[in-house]
Nanobody, 124 residues
Framework: QVQLVESGGGLVQAGGSLRLSCAAS????????LGWFRQPPGKEREFVAN????????DYADSVKGRFTISRDNANAAVYLQMDSLKPEDTAVYYC?????????????????WGQGTQVTVSS
């Protein structure tokens, strides 16, 4: 059992920045790939970014490359998403998730545990 709790969402103007945090707890958290997904209004949940084990492979959706940065603390007990140059189309509920040995790291059904989500709203 892994518990995930997101924080850091809010309202920001276009071009601004936010940093999302996800605290993880439970057994063998360090064994899991941790990722971020988002669900814009009226759309399906989509992959944003993930981070694997050492040496720390990171994957990003094309839509956020160069703007978002995913990181993981030294104890692998938290994952972060630094979001810069935010655009209105980034508006969504953002979820952190944990996957055990996923094939790709980018599919929703690879992730066993999910947080409750945090709202990010980017105004024009």
């Amino acid at each position: 059992q892994v518990q995930l709790v997101e924080s850091g969402g809010g309202l920001v103007q276009a071009g601004g920045s936010l940093r999302l945090s996800c605290a993880a707890s439970g057994r063998s958290v360090s064994s899991y790939v941790l990722g971020w997904f988002r669900q814009p209004p009226g759309k399906e949940r989509e992959f944003v970014a993930n981070i694997f084990w050492s040496p720390g492979r990171r994957d990003y959706a094309d839509s956020v490359k160069g703007r978002f940065t995913i990181s993981r603390d030294n104890a692998n007990a938290a994952v972060y998403l630094q979001m810069d140059s935010l655009k209105p189309e980034d508006t969504a509920v953002y979820y952190c998730a944990a996957a055990l040995r996923p094939l790709t790291g980018g599919r929703r059904n690879e992730y066993r545990y999910w947080g409750q989500g945090t709202q990010v709203t980017v105004s024009s």
